[in-house]
């Protein structure tokens, strides 16, 4: 008899990696609970067990292929799939196979069909499932008031520190009916903030030629400015918030500013840059140069001065002169971005990057990561203080008997700061999850602010 219930074989499910990974974890949820079955919370109550796994930078390998041990181990069943399923030797034998042989099938990432193929041949579906119980959003992993949307799969990239296009492959939009009719399902199910995400939000449409699409009978272009536009208008009917994530800078994405000061889309922007310098960007094979992402972000700005720049940067990249590493902390002190995170460089198997030439010793990529987010927190420390005394808009992400705990405009879920609150029970104006409220900030530290409703 099935662990869980007498009618309804039950799946554990661990997910690990990006937003856009979880985005696939939700799908195949999604199908599992559309198809009968039961989502186990533990190991003793599934009956099979898929892990959803990361394969991009070696602390994330290490952490699925631990992942997959654990739950061999105190399972037995497990299905492998995501992007660490996708790494091959020239034998054809995946990474998973070679560390752990025991494990029932693998697949790699957005294999929805492949995974529920293997759940079906190792745990065969209930007789009759009842569609009814899946509801139109799908199953989410994230708390009922936020929602991330994927727009589209892979990447047309060949940056050289990157194996995303060999784990994923190459760009492949979604339909604008498609990602609007989940927009709405989410919003009606009280999502009031939609993060858009994909490997290159900015290049959406350019494998299907921007063909226009058709929403409730409108004719929808499907590019970045047409998908932006209608994504929200149809959240600021719900009263939602549509942040944009993995954007890059290219000249068509000025387009998408006048929306963020017309209030449509959040005044957020979340670029990949890696590096300032020419010739290290050279080298990455980035689509851009620090130069033009200094210009645009100024231009940016005046358009939109409350417009919110976050953006990931690699210190230590093989070849990375003093010199060059010196222009990119003048870059960041020069461009004053909000949000910033860096990585000091680590070889990926498969990355070009290897083969480059005067690879950077360890303890000077870690000691340049440092000092770079030592720049960065400086700068964010002084760009929060000036929000003291200022009224903005938050969203409510929970509470205890201490604290709320809030996210503003300017502020992605788990990657940027916290608006602390007081406690609702406090407040002359209660809130609860999911709010969008008005506060006044009180105080700042380098990354959060404390701040009461009003």
């Known amino acids: 008899m099935n662990k869980n219930s007498a009618n309804s074989p039950s799946v554990g ?5 990006c937003p856009k990974a979880q985005v696939d974890s939700e799908h195949i949820i999604t199908q599992l609970k559309a198809q009968g079955y039961d989502i186990s919370p533990s190991y003793e109550t599934a009956d099979l067990v898929v892990v959803n796994t990361c394969g991009f930078i070696e602390d994330a ?10 739950a061999l181990t105190k399972h037995g069943k497990v299905i492998v799939t995501g992007c660490l399923g996708a790494k091959k030797d020239a034998n054809g034998k995946t990474l998973v196979q070679q560390k752990h042989p025991n494990v029932l099938a693998v697949t790699g990432p957005h294999a929805i069909n492949e995974v529920m193929q293997e759940v079906n041949k190792h745990l065969p579906r ?8 899946v509801p139109k959003q799908g199953i989410r992993l994230t708390p009922r008031h936020y929602s991330y ?11 050289s520190f990157c194996i995303i296009p060999s784990l994923r492959g190459d760009l492949v939009s979604r339909s604008v009916n498609d990602i609007l009719i989940e927009a709405e399902h989410l919003l009606k199910a009280g999502t009031k903030e939609i993060l858009v995400i994909s490997q290159d939000t900015s290049a959406y449409g350019v ?5 226009t699409g058709f929403w409730n009978g409108q004719p929808i272009k499907s590019s970045m400015y047409g998908l932006c536009k209608a994504l929200g208008e149809l959240a600021k009917s719900y009263g939602a918030w549509v942040r944009l994530h993995y954007v890059y800078p290219y000249p068509h994405v000025d387009e998408i500013i006048p929306l963020m000061s017309e209030g449509l889309i959040l005044p957020y922007l979340d670029i990949p840059m890696q590096h300032a310098h020419p010739d290290v960007l050279k080298r990455m094979k980035r689509p851009a140069n620090g130069e033009k992402n200094l210009e645009r972000i100024q231009k940016w700005r005046s358009i939109c001065p409350e417009i919110v720049i976050r953006s990931t940067f690699i210190a230590g990249f093989p070849g990375e002169t003093q010199e060059e590493f010196d222009y990119l902390l003048n870059f960041l002190q020069e461009a004053q971005l909000d949000r910033v995170g860096c990585f000091a460089y680590s070889d990926i198997d498969g990355a070009k990057a290897n083969e480059l030439p005067n690879p950077i010793a360890k303890e000077i990529r870690e000691a340049r990561q440092v000092q770079f987010m030592q ?6 420390t002084e760009k929060l203080k000036t929000k003291i005394g200022k009224i903005i808009d938050v969203l409510v992400d929970d509470f205890d008997d201490e604290s709320g705990y809030a996210r503003s405009k300017a502020d992605a879920p788990e990657i940027d700061g916290v608006v602390y609150l007081p406690p609702p029970q406090e407040c002359e104006k209660s809130y609860k999850k999911g709010d969008i409220i008005q506060v006044e900030v009180e ?4 990354f959060d602010l404390w701040a009461k409703p009003i």
């Open 13 to 17: 499910f661990i997910s690990l990696g």
């Open 61 to 70: 390998v290490d952490e699925s292929l631990d992942a997959i041990n654990e």
């Open 126 to 133: 209930p007789h009759d499932p009842f569609m009814d119980l």
């Open 149 to 159: 949307l994927k727009i589209s799969e892979g990447c047309n990239h060949r940056c």
């Open 207 to 211: 494998d299907i030629k921007f063909r």
């Open 375 to 380: 720049t960065a927190t400086a700068i964010s």
């Open 443 to 446: 105080d700042s530290s380098e």
